[in-house]
């Protein structure tokens, strides 16, 4: 469990950023759609782990 809430705690860290980082006065597509790949492979990781807690 708490590997589980280091991830979520990761995630909600890079959501943060994310929100942080955006502004109206730059294009950050490219790099919302890096974060939005990390936070995706994180989320498969979780995935994993889940499935082998099972």
Same mark, same amino acid.
């Given at each position: 469990?708490?590997?589980?809430?280091?991830?979520?705690?990761?995630?909600?860290?890079? &959501? !943060?950023?994310? +929100?942080?980082?955006?502004?109206?006065?730059?294009? $950050?597509?490219?790099? *919302?759609?890096?974060? &939005? !790949?990390?936070? +995706?492979?994180?989320?498969?990781?979780?995935?994993? $782990?889940?499935?082998? *807690?099972?």
């Amino acid at each position: 469990m708490a590997k589980m809430q280091a991830k979520i705690d990761s995630i909600n860290e890079l &959501l !943060a950023f994310t +929100k942080d980082s955006a502004s109206s006065k730059t294009d $950050n597509s490219n790099q *919302l759609y890096t974060q &939005l !790949a990390d936070v +995706k492979k994180k989320l498969d990781d979780l995935k994993k $782990n889940l499935d082998a *807690l099972q």
